[in-house]
């Protein structure tokens, strides 16, 4: 700002000089804070997604919501891609959701209508939230003979209508026989599956190393 001095002492600004008033001030204020805000929401989001991997459960994908029949059909069309299913294996469902991230608690429970359903399918026997040993040992289950215990992901929206579906399975030591030694064995498997009427199809399954 430029001041030039009067005649008689006293000073006036030069023209074209301009002094910005309270509420000019008080833009520029709030401008200030609003900037430094977006700048702390944008650096908590980035540190939100740099937690995220390549590696997760339906990394990148939604999860789509269907009704309980129909969720329970897609976890049976992958229940039939990991086993022959029939009356001499026996499969118990844990109804914890598998999280997205594999170094995660899981926090969720699989609704009560898609375990009645998938009951109702007669794919699972029964239901097992066994807790893993500390030793190497397969975990016990309440049953009469051995199976595996079966636990899923939420399904996941792909393009068009194709889903994604994540089946973890263990293999359980029966509270009928647990004298004998048996190895744990466990494998997960990601499928891709196709509505095909009330039903759905596997177009793509994969075998996870971790």
């Known amino acids: 700002m430029t001041v030039l001095s009067q005649p008689d002492g006293g000073s006036r600004l030069a023209t074209g000089d301009h002094v910005p ?4 001030m008080r833009l520029r204020h709030s401008a200030r804070v609003f900037a430094a805000c977006g700048a702390v929401l944008i ?3 980035s540190g939100e997604q740099g937690n995220a991997s390549a590696n997760d459960r339906g990394a990148g994908l939604e999860v789509a919501h ?3 029949e129909q ?3 897609a976890y049976a069309s992958a229940l039939s891609g990991a086993f022959d299913l029939g009356p001499p294996l026996v499969l118990l469902l844990d109804p914890a959701l598998l999280p997205r991230r594999r170094t995660d608690q899981p926090s969720d429970t699989l609704p009560a209508g898609v375990a009645r359903a ?3 399918r007669g794919v699972v026997q029964g ?3 066994a807790v893993v040993p500390a030793t190497r040992l397969a975990p016990v289950c309440k049953a009469q003979s051995a199976g595996y215990r079966v636990q899923f992901s939420p399904v996941f929206r792909m393009r068009g209508d194709t889903v994604q579906v994540y089946l973890v399975a263990q293999r359980y030591r029966p509270t009928a026989e647990t004298a004998g030694y048996q190895p744990p064995l466990e494998f997960e498997q990601r499928y891709a599956l196709v509505r095909s009427g009330r039903q759905w199809r596997i177009v793509r399954q ?3 190393t971790h």
Not at 21 to 24: E, K, S, T
Request: charged share 15%; hydrophobic share 45%; net charge positive.
């Open 66 to 68: 269907f009704s309980a």
């Open 206 to 208: 994969e075998r996870l």
């Open 21 to 24: 008033n309270r509420h000019q």
């Open 127 to 129: 239901s097992c939230a």
């Open 118 to 120: 998938l009951s109702a």
């Open 43 to 45: 650096a908590a989001c």
């Open 71 to 73: 969720q329970a059909a």
